[in-house]
């Protein structure tokens, strides 16, 4: 059994970010209104009148709960926020099953008093100074860490105005610091030397490890001697292509040791991708593995290396070494491809070194990684954070919006090849001195293998009848291999109270709710909750308990929207509002998996921004199905219209930032023109997040998707340009043209329009073919769900295309198409929609 208090949190991520209490706008008179709640297990219904004390009372004046709602001024710099909440039906944590009528979910009064934040009033008050004296209330947060020398007198110095001159953010410049001693040996000398830092699960059942901080530390100092033997030096990349090991989360830190720049890319890119990256920041040293197993397959990453490598010398960029880990559960070393005097076994080599190293101290200015994200030009974009603000600010996200206690085993299922693995799996973590789980493995597997553990005959039944109901369906994704039980088997072995994972999990087992519910009635019950990080970011977290019915504690996700409907004008939720309620009545997500206990919190963040940027703190105040609530300490968001006017109240519009914050990223690597025209340049005087946001009338935030070219899969960020690139290469394909749709699991998935060489018939061997380039240039995650004959493209008589009429058909939103007289040819929208279903 695992030892979980009463008052769990589950939190929800969408990509990444952080949330805010009831505000209003800010620049409106408007009133902050503040919950406080006790722990009567009662349904609560905000139409109840109140007494004359501000206790709610039922039609009958029966007391129900010692809940109000308390009038605080707000001033101008205060986010937006929550007037009255009128007509709004509420329930609160562990005290009552939630109903699809239920607007708010209140913590009980118990979970508030444990959490880091534990109240509106405490937020307000942290949240007021973080705006109005944000070098007092940064540097007090900042002081918390090792600096070898103090910054200078201004904290921060920026330029957020391309009006004003070239864009510039600096925090704590001037200050001397190193993040991987304040990751470790800061930990160590306070104590924490034997305290398990690292648990490493295997692919294989069975196979596992564990490293404390003094060991973990003497494992980063043998790579970062031998680094610095083969002449690393402060300021030079390191590009690391290494799967889920500890060997990835040692790379990273042994770089940040020696002030070199390390530059993960995902073991899922392909040989063309990762060249793209060599090319572009030039590294010293690539360091890899010679395979790895995934499930059953095992994926060669060394031949993948091998051909990167070629390929980025012919554009005139050589790598003279390779350092490579012998995997030996994937691939034996006789069978691995080698060339002499460039490649080296990684145990050949790194316990030879020194277990200690001097640390390289840096500037807090100076850069700590590199980290490539899709551009909507085609080109990967080098996202540069440096070492001090992205220190302190994702240190500072991670304790609060996790609301992470000392006590914690913590296991996020993102790969470090992604923002969140940087900043939720390493950094973050590390920096609070938590215990981390690392797992190879994968978290889904196909619908045989549940046919192996439960009545085939019946199980494949059920799925039958949904495949009538939705035929695209084929596959239900769920944990794991080599058996349904392996996730919650981690979560047993390691006693995980916080696990942070991706919604397209959570959204697979809801889209074949009756075949999951019927599994896990014969087989276990899971205790699970998960909630979208950021539009763009990764997965969910949650403090769990499984198998012997303990309850849950914390659930949070990130990586994908929640799946917006427009319906008359009329944002809905309804995958989130089915993670509250579940299969109609039942609440299957919110009451079965979380036990009515677990707040779900839905946080949004970016890979520009290092760290959650509206999340809640499921402690301090209400949350609302599907909303990011409110902004993170020292965040300024802001809604504008398409000429850049901030909008007050009840609105829609483009998300923006208004100031900046430590964990911002300072430039795109080598295109700082980019950077100012991708970010800045769209509204003048505020950094653009590429993000459409409404704000509801209370001054919940409610993320609604992305406004550029860029589709999240799955919490992947694939420009369409590089997808349209990589189609077009294909000898047969004259143009082609991408966009995102909404995907039951996936969040979105690639809808692709291809145009033919003439006379070049359509066949299904051709549109495999299609799918299989792009699965070889960019990776499986970013083949086409669709290929869209197309005789022609929607163009204006300038030559742009459409993408708009392109989104309706692919939405099957025929009846939207809107005005098409301005195109060249208007009956090129007549022929898509005739070749819709061929």
């Known amino acids: 059994m695992i030892p979980v208090p009463y008052?769990?949190?589950?939190?929800?991520?969408?990509?990444?970010?952080?949330?805010?209490?009831?505000?209003?706008?800010?620049?409106?008179?408007?009133?902050?209104?503040?919950?406080?709640?006790?722990?009567?297990?009662?349904?609560?219904?905000t139409n109840n009148r109140r007494n004359n004390n501000n206790n709610f009372m039922d039609s009958n004046n029966n007391m129900r709960t010692e809940s109000y709602l308390r009038h605080v001024d707000s001033r101008k710099l205060m986010p937006n926020g929550a007037g009255h909440i009128p007509?709004?039906?509420?329930?609160?944590?562990?005290?009552?099953?939630?109903?699809?009528?239920?607007?708010?979910?209140?913590?009980?009064?118990?979970?508030?008093?444990?959490?880091?934040?534990h109240s509106p009033e405490q937020y307000m008050e942290m949240y007021k100074r973080s705006i109005e004296d944000p070098d007092g209330f940064w540097s007090e947060i900042a002081s918390q860490f090792y600096w070898k020398q103090k910054w200078g007198e201004k904290v921060c110095d920026e330029n957020f105005d391309v009006r004003d001159g070239k864009i510039k953010i600096e925090w704590f410049k001037g200050g001397i610091t190193n993040v991987c001693y304040n990751c470790l040996d800061r930990n160590i000398e306070a104590g924490l030397g034997d305290k398990v830092a690292l648990y490493w699960e295997g692919n294989e059942p069975g196979l596992d490890g564990s490293l404390t901080y003094s060991q973990l530390l003497n494992q980063v100092c043998q790579v970062a001697n031998y680094l610095k033997d083969i002449g690393v030096k402060k300021g030079d990349a390191v590009i690391v292509y290494l799967p889920m090991i500890n060997e990835l989360p040692i790379?990273?830190?042994?770089?940040?040791?020696?002030?070199?720049?390390?530059?993960?890319?995902?073991?899922?890119?392909?040989a063309e991708s990762l060249a793209q990256r060599i090319t572009d920041c030039k590294p010293k040293a690539?360091?890899?593995?010679?395979?790895?197993?995934?499930?059953?397959?095992?994926?060669?990453?060394?031949?993948?290396?091998?051909?990167?490598?070629?390929?980025?010398?012919?554009?005139?960029?050589?790598?003279?070494?390779?350092?490579?880990?012998?995997?030996?559960?994937?691939?034996?070393?006789?069978?691995?491809?080698?060339?002499?005097?460039?490649?080296?076994?990684?145990?050949?080599?790194?316990?030879?070194?020194?277990?200690?190293?001097?640390?390289?101290?840096?500037?807090a200015e100076d850069p700590l990684f590199l980290l490539y994200t899709s551009g909507s030009t085609g080109k990967p974009k080098g996202v540069l954070h440096t070492a001090g603000g992205y220190m302190v600010y994702t240190a500072t996200t991670f304790k609060y919006a996790f609301d992470y206690k000392p006590s914690d085993i913590y296991w996020c299922t993102a790969d470090?090849?992604?923002?969140?693995?940087?900043?939720?799996?390493?950094?973050?973590?590390?920096?609070?001195?938590?215990?981390?789980?690392?797992?190879?493995?994968?978290?889904?597997?196909?619908?045989?293998?549940?046919?192996?553990?439960?009545?085939?005959?019946?199980?494949?039944?059920?799925?039958?009848?949904?495949?009538?109901?939705?035929?695209?369906?084929?596959?239900?994704?769920?944990?794991?291999?080599?058996?349904?039980?392996?996730?919650?088997?981690?979560?047993?072995?390691?006693?995980?109270?916080?696990?942070?994972?991706?919604?397209?999990?959570?959204?697979?087992?809801?889209?074949?709710?009756?075949?999951?519910?019927?599994?896990?009635?014969?087989?276990?019950?899971?205790?699970?909750?998960?909630?979208?990080?950021?539009?763009n970011a990764f997965g969910f977290w949650i403090r769990v308990s499984t198998h012997q019915h303990t309850p849950m504690t914390h659930l949070v996700s990130c990586g994908l929207p929640m799946m917006v409907e427009e319906d008359q004008g009329t944002l809905r939720y309804p995958i989130l509002k089915e993670i509250f309620t579940g299969f109609g009545q039942c609440g299957w997500f919110y009451n079965v998996v979380g036990d009515s206990r677990c707040p779900i919190s839905d946080t949004w963040w970016q890979t520009e921004t290092g760290g959650f940027m509206i999340?809640?703190?499921?402690?301090?105040?209400?949350?609302?199905?599907?909303?990011?609530?409110?902004?993170?300490?020292?965040?300024?968001?802001?809604?504008?219209?398409?000429?850049?006017?901030?909008?007050d109240g009840e609105c829609s519009g483009y998300l923006c930032i208004k100031k900046s914050w430590p964990g911002a990223f300072r430039t795109l690597y080598g295109d700082h023109e980019r950077y100012e025209t991708t970010y800045f340049k769209p509204f003048a005087g505020y950094y653009f997040s590429g993000d459409g946001c409404r704000r509801d009338k209370d001054g919940y935030h409610w993320l609604t998707g992305r406004v550029d070219d860029v589709i999240n899969v799955s919490g992947h960020r694939i420009g369409t340009a590089e997808v349209e690139s990589a189609l077009v290469s294909h000898p047969q394909c004259a143009e082609a043209a991408v966009v995102g749709v909404e995907h039951e699991v996936k969040g979105q998935g690639i809808y692709a329009f291809v145009t033919l060489v003439d006379s070049v018939p359509y066949s299904e061997d051709l549109r495999k073919d299609l799918i299989l380039t792009v699965r070889k240039q960019i990776g499986a995650f970013a083949a086409p769900d669709k290929i869209h004959w197309a005789p022609g493209l929607p163009k204006t008589r300038s030559g742009k295309i459409m993408r708009r009429i392109l989104r309706k058909i692919a939405s099957r939103q025929l009846d939207e198409l809107g005005d098409t007289s301005t195109l060249a040819d208007p009956n090129v929208v007549k022929q898509l929609i005739e070749f819709s279903d061929s």
């Open 416 to 535: 470090c090849g992604w923002i969140t693995g940087h900043s939720y799996v390493t950094y973050g973590p590390l920096l609070n001195g938590a215990t981390v789980l690392v797992y190879e493995g994968v978290i889904y597997f196909k619908t045989e293998i549940y046919c192996s553990l439960v009545d085939a005959k019946k199980f494949k039944a059920i799925i039958s009848r949904r495949q009538k109901l939705s035929p695209g369906l084929s596959v239900i994704k769920a944990p794991n291999y080599p058996d349904a039980g392996r996730c919650w088997d981690i979560v047993d072995k390691y006693k995980v109270s916080i696990f942070y994972t991706a919604p397209t999990l959570v959204r697979s087992l809801m889209r074949d709710g009756e075949a999951v519910r019927y599994l896990y009635a014969l087989m276990f019950t899971v205790y699970l909750c998960a909630i979208d990080l950021r539009i």
């Open 615 to 647: 999340t809640p703190l499921p402690g301090a105040w209400a949350q609302k199905p599907g909303s990011a609530t409110f902004p993170f300490f020292g965040i300024q968001p802001v809604i504008v219209d398409e000429k850049g006017v901030e909008i």
């Open 286 to 363: 690539v360091i890899t593995c010679n395979a790895v197993r995934r499930g059953t397959k095992p994926i060669l990453l060394k031949d993948i290396v091998d051909a990167a490598i070629n390929d980025s010398a012919k554009d005139g960029v050589s790598v003279d070494v390779c350092l490579v880990y012998d995997n030996p559960v994937a691939l034996k070393r006789e069978d691995t491809k080698w060339t002499q005097g460039r490649d080296i076994w990684w145990q050949d080599v790194i316990p030879k070194y020194p277990s200690t190293c001097p640390v390289e101290w840096v500037d």
């Open 87 to 117: 007509h709004l039906k509420a329930v609160i944590l562990g005290e009552a099953l939630a109903s699809e009528e239920d607007d708010l979910v209140l913590p009980s009064k118990e979970f508030s008093d444990q959490a880091n934040v």
């Open 251 to 270: 790379t990273m830190l042994a770089c940040a040791r020696i002030g070199a720049v390390h530059s993960v890319v995902f073991a899922g890119f392909s």
């Open 7 to 45: 008052n769990s949190i589950v939190c929800a991520a969408a990509g990444g970010g952080a949330r805010e209490p009831l505000f209003r706008n800010p620049s409106s008179s408007a009133s902050v209104y503040l919950l406080q709640f006790n722990c009567n297990r009662r349904r609560i219904n």
